[in-house]
Antibody, heavy 118, light 110 residues
Framework: QVQLVESGGGVVQPGRSLRLSCAAS????????MHWVRQAPGKGLEWVAI????????YYADSVKGRFTISRDNSENTLYLQMNSLRAEDTAVYYC???????????WGQGTLVTVSS | QSALTQPRSVSGSPGQSVTISCTGT?????????VSWYQQHPDKAPKLMIY???KRPSGVPDRFSGSKSGNTASLTISGLQAEDEADYYC??????????FGTGTKVSVL
């Protein structure tokens, strides 16, 4: 079955970096665009970034532009999110999700928690 | 890009219908037929319920339906069941390959 499994979350100090991974299985990974979406504790969902199926195009929310980089390794069926210059407001559960129909997300991984705190 | 506006909560008795609104602007909801809806149970990942305003993915009960009028999209749950109690989020494409979510609505089954 289609499955997405995130990893790499943890506690990090403000200003530091962290890289998240999302391992995909059960579908042809290089046929689909992929997204990162985050959810601060007790808050709503926030779209973060998209990468095209072949990695040729990437787009970001204004809140992370210039600090976060989305990438993928289609040979390893893995999606990444490199997060630099982290801030307290980046504290959230980060979900990866497969893009379908170009404009919706299905399925989602179980999420990985990133806590930015000194 | 500001979050789309949803009511904080809606409620209904089993068997009743509830409708959740999702209000945006002419630059997002009003400009594209690319509104999707997600159900999220506590401490679980979101699940796609509706895409492209009114299309239902395989496996989603036909009690769930979506529509749009102008800058407002809506999700209706007919024949409310206990397992429908969850948070629901709308999402709209806003151009330039970017997206915005709604503020979220808690659905309670009385």
């Amino acid at each position: 079955q289609v499955q997405l499994v995130e990893s790499g979350g943890g506690v990090v100090q403000p200003g530091r970096s962290l890289r998240l991974s999302c391992a995909a299985s059960g579908f042809t990974f290089n046929d689909y665009g992929m997204h990162w979406v985050r959810q601060a504790p007790g808050k709503g969902l926030e779209w973060v970034a998209i990468i095209w199926y072949d990695g040729s195009n990437k787009y970001y929310a204004d809140s992370v532009k210039g600090r976060f980089t989305i990438s993928r390794d289609n040979s390893e069926n893995t999606l990444y999110l490199q997060m630099n210059s982290l801030r307290a407001e980046d504290t959230a559960v980060y979900y990866c999700a497969r893009g379908i129909t170009g404009t919706s997300f299905d399925p989602w991984g179980q999420g990985t928690l990133v806590t930015v705190s000194s | 890009q500001s979050a789309l506006t949803q009511p904080r909560s809606v409620s209904g008795s089993p068997g009743q219908s509830v409708t959740i609104s999702c209000t945006g602007t002419s630059s997002d909801v009003g400009d594209y037929n690319y509104v999707s809806w997600y159900q999220q149970h506590p401490d679980k990942a979101p699940k796609l319920m509706i895409y492209d305003v009114s299309k239902r993915p395989s496996g989603v009960p036909d009690r769930f339906s979506g529509s749009k009028s102008g800058n407002t999209a809506s999700l209706t749950i007919s024949g409310l069941q206990a397992e429908d109690e969850a948070d629901y989020y709308c999402c709209s494409y806003v151009g330039s390959y970017t997206f915005v979510f709604g503020t979220g609505t808690k659905v309670s089954v009385l």
